[in-house]
């Protein structure tokens, strides 16, 4: 198993505990009646809680969409260097403290997370692509 795949899984394991929490969170909020139900209506007090938790998991999907494509890609063309190693685990734990920070409302540091992750660490890992690749750039 390659590092950027290791990473990858890192990432899937984070989103897994994400989903794990906002599901505790909706049990806690609304109780298990909702929580088994078709969940048709929403509740008519919102939880903030669950809104961030929710929101959280939408934002590790959308990130994993990228991030596990680039992995696919990479996995696929056998191209492994120093920039898709680093930026591999530069997006990992960048993923898992802006979802820590996300859950716990932290805003600063959770945009500085996102931020350090999909905008400087999957550029850098798109280089590593690129000049791992044999087309003719």
């Given at each position: 198993?390659?590092?950027?795949?290791?990473?990858?899984?890192?990432?899937?394991?984070?989103?897994?505990?994400?989903?794990?929490?906002?599901?505790?969170?909706?049990?806690?909020?609304?109780?298990?009646?909702?929580?088994?139900?078709?969940?048709?209506?929403?509740?008519?007090?919102?939880?903030?809680?669950?809104?961030?938790?929710?929101?959280?998991?939408?934002?590790?999907?959308?990130?994993?969409?990228?991030?596990?494509?680039?992995?696919?890609?990479?996995?696929?063309?056998?191209?492994?260097?120093?920039?898709?190693?680093?930026?591999?685990?530069?997006?990992?734990?960048?993923?898992?403290?802006?979802?820590?920070?996300?859950?716990?409302?932290?805003?600063?540091?959770?945009?500085?997370?996102?931020?350090f992750g999909f905008l400087l660490a999957t550029p850098t890992f798109l280089y590593g692509l690129i000049s791992g690749s044999t087309l003719p750039i």
């Amino acid at each position: 198993m390659t590092i950027e795949i290791l990473a990858l899984f890192g990432c899937v394991v984070v989103l897994f505990i994400s989903i794990f929490a906002q599901q505790i969170a909706i049990d806690r909020a609304y109780g298990a009646k909702y929580a088994l139900s078709n969940r048709d209506s929403t509740p008519r007090e919102p939880s903030p809680t669950v809104e961030r938790l929710t929101k959280l998991v939408r934002n590790h999907v959308e990130g994993l969409a990228v991030f596990g494509s680039l992995v696919l890609i990479a996995s696929v063309s056998g191209i492994s260097n120093s920039a898709t190693v680093y930026a591999s685990l530069a997006i990992f734990a960048a993923r898992a403290l802006h979802a820590l920070f996300f859950a716990f409302g932290i805003t600063p540091l959770r945009s500085l997370a996102w931020g350090f992750g999909f905008l400087l660490a999957t550029p850098t890992f798109l280089y590593g692509l690129i000049s791992g690749s044999t087309l003719p750039i």
